[in-house]
T-cell receptor, first 112, second 112 residues
Framework: DAKTTQPTSMDCAEGRAANLPCNHSTISGNEYVYWYRQIHSQGPQYIIHGLKNNETNEMASLIITEDRKSSTLILPHATLRDTAVYYCIVVASGGGADGLTFGKGTHLIIQP | DTAVSQTPKYLVTQMGNDKSIKCEQNLGHDTMYWYKQDSKKFLKIMFSYNNKELIINETVPNRFSPKSPDKAHLNLHINSLELGDSAVYFC???????????FGPGTRLLVL
């Protein structure tokens, strides 16, 4: 029962902004959008999350549409080390204790 | 300082053996998890523990038994290993069941 839809793969040139879309058209009012990434042979890494407002941290920016049915993760200046699988996850507040449901994610490849 | 650590990193064993994977977190979190990532790279929750008590067990065979001696540790014991148990197992932790989870580096289990 997929709650999110992401492209299977994307390419981006090094130094450019990488924009990763996620569709979550059935999101509920109390559900957050979380982004994680998994670099090859490593554990998943938290990137950013948001509810309604756009968010920015040292790693990325998260843009959520006004109707909350989709979002975009932005890596402003992609480097080769950003090559990874990026997961968009929708989860209710406090629902993390049930574990996160990872989909297939987007395999982002940063090209030199 | 490693926030979430797992040992061993690699584990190769024969079918039918019993093995354990250890996990420790030094973040002071009260919720810990075990995830399994299979050969197709799907990452699925197995167990969730809060303050040494089991919260969730996601249809995992009872050959798998988590043990939490204290809040900082969640070990995974596997009896009668089968070929299908070959996977990467990730431990994670969070505070209060929040969705921001911190993952360990993974344990790569190969059952021959």
């Amino acid at each position: 029962d997929a709650k999110t839809t992401q492209p299977t793969s994307m390419d981006c040139a090094e130094g450019r902004a990488a924009n990763l879309p996620c569709n979550h058209s059935t999101i509920s009012g109390n559900e957050y959008v979380y982004w994680y990434r998994q670099i090859h042979s490593q554990g998943p890494q938290y990137i950013i999350h948001g509810l309604k407002n756009n968010e920015t941290n040292e790693m990325a920016s998260l843009i959520i549409t006004e109707d909350r049915k989709s979002s975009t993760l932005i890596l402003p200046h992609a480097t080769l080390r950003d090559t990874a699988v990026y997961y968009c996850i929708v989860v209710a507040s406090g629902g993390g204790a049930d574990g996160l449901t990872f989909g297939k994610g987007t395999h982002l490849i940063i090209q030199p | 300082d490693t926030a979430v650590s797992q040992t061993p990193k690699y584990l190769v064993t024969q079918m039918g053996n019993d093995k354990s994977i250890k996990c420790e977190q030094n973040l002071g979190h009260d919720t810990m998890y075990w995830y399994k990532q299979d050969s197709k790279k799907f990452l699925k929750i197995m167990f969730s523990y809060n303050n040494k008590e089991l919260i969730i067990n996601e249809t995992v065979p009872n050959r798998f038994s988590p043990k939490s001696p204290d809040k900082a540790h969640l070990n995974l014991h596997i009896n009668s290993l089968e070929l299908g148990d070959s996977a990467v197992y990730f431990c994670a932790s969070s505070q209060g069941g929040l969705e921001t989870q911190y993952f360990g580096p993974g344990t790569r289990l190969l059952v021959l």
